[in-house]
């Protein structure tokens, strides 16, 4: 009898126009959207084997958001794991990461969180604000995992949803040995 599919709801968060919606279209249809179309809220289904293991991904392709977004409840309630998006092009984007990232790290209480970073738009290096070093720095000092892709070049995107997986696995496994509850 093959293993039950595991479901994991992933929320992708992210400044404007950092091409959030054109990774997920591109992880779960294989093509790159040209027109910018500024996205509300959509959701995206996807069966992904990892290993022996298969998973139903729910995918949160969420507005963009700005420094003095307030993160909804349902940014944080059974959500299983997080891809935070940059631009590389855009310092801007790249510092309302650092600003997202606190204020989910706040709502969850102060935990680990399963999280990739990623800084988009590869494809456009020649117009490069953030340095790989910086977005590195950053990923480390959360204990993240960090990547550098291209939606428009298919660069990394169906390792950057694969990674999340893992990544909650990885988390959820250390919480669960950090904090076992003993009975004397």
């Known amino acids: 009898m093959p293993p039950p599919v595991r479901y994991r709801k992933v929320l992708v968060l992210g400044y404007n126009a950092v091409g959030k919606t054109s990774l997920v279209h591109q992880f779960v249809n294989g093509e790159f959207l040209e027109d910018y179309d500024p996205t509300v809220e959509n959701t995206y289904s996807k069966i992904v084997t990892v290993g022996k293991d298969e998973f139903h991904l729910h995918l949160v392709d969420t507005a963009g958001q700005d420094e003095y977004s307030i993160l909804p409840?349902?940014?944080?309630?059974?959500?299983?794991?997080?891809?935070?998006?940059?631009?590389?092009?855009s310092l801007h984007s790249f510092q309302v990461i650092e600003s997202l990232y606190q204020k989910l790290y706040e709502g969850y209480g102060k935990i680990q969180l399963p999280v990739v970073l990623v800084g988009n738009k590869l494809d456009l290096s020649t117009d490069r604000e953030v340095k790989t070093a910086e977005g590195k720095k950053l990923a480390k000092s959360w204990g993240a995992t960090f990547m550098e892709s291209s939606a428009k070049e298919n660069q990394l995107t169906q390792d950057?949803?694969?990674?999340?997986?893992?990544?909650?696995?990885?988390?959820?496994?250390?919480?669960?040995q950090k904090h076992r509850c003993h009975v004397m």
């Open 73 to 89: 409840y349902s940014f944080i309630i059974g959500v299983h794991g997080y891809v935070l998006v940059y631009s590389i092009t």
């Open 160 to 176: 950057i949803f694969i990674k999340i997986i893992q990544e909650i696995a990885r988390v959820e496994n250390s919480y669960g």
